[in-house]
């Protein structure tokens, strides 16, 4: 494991909060699991209102590296979570710091929904993340290929076109491909 990697992932965002939302960086910090971002939503319901208001309450953009997991199955097999015959998956984002973020399906996630290529391939993420849980809305999707960033799309040889998600040409109807090129020289 690439421990400058995780650090960055992991402390970047955190290290540059005041120092009145370090408690809540606190608070998050406690052993963390694959489900605790449902946990917390339903925590927050009953916690003492002073608990609540400790918490950041902005919307942050962060920076995450981790690979993708069904929940569900995450949660079954960990816990005996109930796991219905032809369940719905709900993907989510095991982060290289340790902690789990569901993700919302929207436009920039929707290659981890289609294309199950993206879903085994480290991921690295700018999101949105939602003041009191562990929610994630996609704002940037990118792939780590041996420990270098790959900006990832789709391509459309006859159009010439970019998407970002695995669905047909918006011009030709015809299929795209996956492309993923290199950002960055490896630094180790
Ligand atoms: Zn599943
Ligand atoms: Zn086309």
Known sequence: MNTAL?????GGDEAKAPASRRSA??????PSVVGLGLATLLASCAAPVERVADRAEEVRTVILRGRVICLAEELHQRYGAELPTNHEHVWALQASNGRGYTLLRSHFSEAIWLDERVRARELELKARLFPGTQALEVQRLRSVVR???????????ICHIQSVTPEQCACCQGPVELVEKPLERRSD
């Open 147 to 157: 420990g270098v960033v790959q900006d990832l799309y789709y391509y459309c040889d």
């Open 25 to 30: 960086g606190a608070l998050q910090s406690l």
């Open 6 to 10: 995780i650090r960055a992932a992991c």
